[in-house]
């Protein structure tokens, strides 16, 4: 069965360090997405990407965060200086279409700012 | 933008007894309703879903009604299995919203032996 991939599955790096986290979605999908999920709470939205560009972000997405797509397979998530409320979880997503497409996601990248 | 409310926060009950969660939405566009398993340090795997023009779908043993009038939705397992226990996630979306979900709180389902 086709499957959102991530990686690290774990990083801790220090305050106002750069962190780049991938991610693989599944190979036909479309639409990609990265969401947060802050230890004990609820999984949140971040970003959205089509045809390469953003195609909606949430007030989290400031301007730390950027996402790519540098190849035919990856789609990256960028945090260009840490904080420590940075810390949690990393899902990314991807679907087939938009407004029927059911979104698979990915293991998650685990993030530790210290 | 869209508002998930969703309860119980944590839902233990005897291995195969029923287990319902329960839903609420702000935004009355939303028109789809899926809901997440999560298990531990896994991703949300989808378990089921539901349209606004259905009212109930079942697959197995697991059902989701919504009753779009009161903006809420259910989620419904029976014969409950230690296998179920994990978070469980609704959430919604808007037509004018893409495919951005807007999760619930989340419920700890413990299934006890």
């Known amino acids: 069965e086709p499957e959102v991939t991530q990686t690290p599955s774990h990083q801790v790096t220090q305050m106002g360090q750069e962190v780049i986290l991938r991610c693989v979605p599944i190979?036909?999908?479309?639409?990609f997405y990265w969401y947060r999920q802050i230890l004990g709470q609820k999984v949140e939205f971040l970003v959205s990407?089509?045809?390469?560009?953003?195609?909606?972000k949430s007030e989290i997405f400031d301007d730390q965060f950027s996402v790519e797509r540098p190849d035919g397979s990856n789609f990256t998530l960028k945090i260009r200086s840490t904080k420590l409320e940075d810390s949690a979880m990393y899902f990314c997503?991807?679907?087939?279409?938009?407004?029927?497409?059911?979104?698979?996601f990915g293991e998650g990248s685990r993030l530790t700012v210290l | 933008g869209e508002n998930v409310e969703q309860h119980p926060s944590t839902l233990s009950v005897q291995e195969g007894d029923s287990a319902v969660i329960k839903c609420t939405y702000s935004d009355s566009a939303s028109n789809y309703f899926p809901w997440y398993k999560q298990e531990l340090g896994k991703g949300p795997q989808l378990i089921i879903d539901?349209?606004?023009?259905?009212g109930e779908k079942k697959d197995q043993r697991i059902a989701v009604t919504l009753n779009k009038t009161a903006k809420h939705f259910s989620l419904h397992i029976t014969e409950t299995q230690p296998e179920d226990s994990a978070v469980y996630f609704c959430?919604?979306?808007?037509?004018?919203?893409?495919?951005?979900?807007?999760f619930g709180t989340g419920t700890q389902l413990k299934v006890e032996l």
């Open positions: 190979s036909n999908h479309l639409y």
């Open positions: 990407f089509y045809n390469n560009e953003i195609s909606e």
């Open positions: 539901i349209r606004s023009n259905v």
């Open positions: 997503a991807s679907s087939e279409g938009t407004y029927t497409g059911e979104l698979f």
């Open positions: 959430a919604a979306r808007w037509t004018g919203g893409g495919n951005k979900l807007t």
